[in-house]
């Protein structure tokens, strides 16, 4: 059964570890995932992006399929399923679909624009025990063609929006997502103290967690970061032992060529990605 993030998140923070948020694309990607939070006894975020959601033909399957395989696979740690960066549109249709989890990105909008949608997300989100995640101040690089360029958010405006009563906040400080560019000033973290002084016991959320250093990883977790998004890092896994298993040519060995063979060291390498940012955010053994 899927749960909100809430109580894993409300735990992280307290306990002083984060909960990873894995982006999932297909059928590989959230098995392996699924499989990796229940060998380490961690909760996990499953994340779907509207164009990823768009990918596996609409967000009723997606839903549908990790609830199945959730159940298929036995699995008991705690599981949340998460629409990552949605449209006001694109919240709507997850919290029809049966997510459990949604995050509204309105930093696009002006603030008060930004306040009234996050508003009104709230009162549905919390009439159907779903969490919701708000972001202020862009976060930089490209996902699904939003490009930013890595701004910091306001405290204040931080602040408006977390009373509004969300579950979690995503706030810019200097991160981005993709592959981090040579010149990178690096996280801000008098940004992400004052952030938290002003937003107290809320727990915050750093995107764009491949290729952050392991430093600042646990820096940023000591300063009141309690959920950590993972997407590329898992992506470039995937494709470089995909590579690795065709250049070796054992696609041409007998059936090598089966799917289930051709994207089992793929999947391999997706869990010891997950297992190695499961142990560096201290969620293991949280379950």
Request: proline content about 3%; hydrophobic content about 40%; glycine content about 12%.
């Amino acid at each position: 059964m899927l749960v909100s993030a809430k109580e894993m998140l409300t735990k992280a923070k307290a306990g002083h570890y984060a909960v990873g948020q894995f982006n999932i694309n297909n059928l590989e990607w959230t098995k392996s995932i699924l499989l990796t939070a229940q060998e380490l006894n961690s909760p996990v975020i499953l994340g779907v992006s509207e164009g990823a959601g768009k990918y596996m033909t609409g967000f009723k399957t997606v839903a549908a399929m990790v609830d199945a395989m959730v159940d298929s696979l036995g699995i008991t740690v705690p599981v949340a399923l998460h629409l990552d960066h949605g449209s006001y549109e694109g919240a709507k249709a997850c919290i029809e679909a049966g997510f459990s989890s949604i995050m509204f990105d309105g930093s696009h909008y002006p603030i008060d624009e930004n306040i009234a949608k996050t508003k009104e997300l709230v009162a549905i989100c919390n009439e159907k025990g779903l969490s919701l995640e708000a972001e202020v101040g862009s976060i930089g690089g490209e996902e699904d063609g939003v490009v930013g360029a890595g701004e910091c958010a306001d405290p204040d405006e931080c602040k408006a929006v977390a009373d509004l009563g969300v579950t979690m906040l995503a706030a810019g400080i200097g991160n981005i997502h993709g592959k981090y560019p040579e010149n990178w000033a690096g996280l801000s973290f008098e940004t992400l103290d004052a952030i938290q002084a002003k937003t107290g016991d809320m727990p915050l959320v750093l995107h764009g967690g491949t290729g952050i250093p392991e430093d600042m990883i646990k820096k940023a977790i000591s300063l009141g970061v309690a959920k950590i998004n993972v997407n590329t890092e898992c992506q470039l896994a995937f494709a470089d032992a995909t590579r690795k298993y065709i250049e070796a040519g054992k696609d041409l060995e007998g059936k090598g060529f089966d799917p289930r063979k051709l994207l089992a060291p793929g999947a391999e390498a997706i869990k010891a990605t997950v297992k190695e940012k499961m142990e560096l955010f201290g969620s293991v053994g949280k379950a």
